[in-house]
């Protein structure tokens, strides 16, 4: 079946890249996802990639997909106290839902 | 990226009672996805709710247990029946078009079964 693995943990220096790793099963993925869930609330939609692109840039978001080997990630450049939170890879689209890593913990140290 | 609201947005329930969860969207959607999220756990994926068609279950999720409604491209529901403790979790409703891959969350309904 389908399997979605993360890191459960990431701690970084605030001002330092975080670079948050995901790998994934389904060769059929169309999209691939990444949400952050901050303590208490709901699932933000930070950026998404098609499966046939190797990268995609969003002020500093980057995601790297490497399709041979199944590999999606996420860097955040210039890491702040305020992108402390869940970060959930996820992979489906279009009809279908989406399935869902179980999310890292991204620790952001002064 | 629409806008949607969940309702109740907490609730504590009785065991053997039900619970119906509202999910409003302020804009027309092809597709509404409802998703569980239990204490310190990943989402998984409930049912796909379309409108004009019975809800599509995953495994492991029954219709006699989370039955759901999707009467327009507005509004959906997810009943969550005959409640036990171990349905304590977070219940988000989702929604998607069918020529975006994007897909956007409800704040969720955190229900408590005691």
């Known amino acids: 079946g389908e399997d979605v693995e993360q890191s459960l943990f990431l701690s970084v220096r605030e001002g330092d890249s975080s670079v948050i790793n995901c790998t994934y099963t389904d060769s059929s993925s169309t999209y691939l996802y990444w949400y952050k869930q901050e303590p208490g609330a709901g699932l933000q939609l930070l950026t998404y990639i098609f499966s046939n692109m190797d990268m995609k840039q969003d002020q500093r978001l980057t995601v790297l997909l490497n399709k041979k080997d199944k590999h999606l990630s996420l860097r955040i450049a210039d890491t702040q106290t305020g992108d402390s939170a869940i970060y959930f890879c996820a992979e489906g689209g279009g009809a279908d839902g989406l399935t869902f890593g179980k999310g890292t913990h991204l620790i952001i140290q002064p | 990226s629409a806008v949607i609201s969940q309702k109740p947005s907490r609730d504590i329930c009785q065991r053997g009672t039900s619970l119906t969860i509202q999910c409003q969207v302020d804009s027309q959607v092809t597709m509404m996805f409802w998703y569980r999220q239990q204490p310190g756990q990943s989402l998984t994926l409930i049912a796909t709710?379309?409108?004009?068609?019975?809800?599509?279950?995953e495994s492991g999720f029954v219709i006699d247990k989370f039955p759901i409604s999707r009467p327009n491209l507005t509004f959906s529901t997810l009943t969550v029946s005959n409640m036990s403790p171990e349905d304590s979790s977070i219940y988000l409703c989702?929604?998607?078009?069918?020529?975006?891959?994007?897909?956007?969350f409800g704040p969720g309904t955190r229900l408590t079964v005691t």
């Open positions: 989702s929604v998607g078009q069918g020529d975006s891959y994007e897909q956007y």
């Open positions: 709710a379309n409108q004009g068609s019975e809800a599509t279950y």
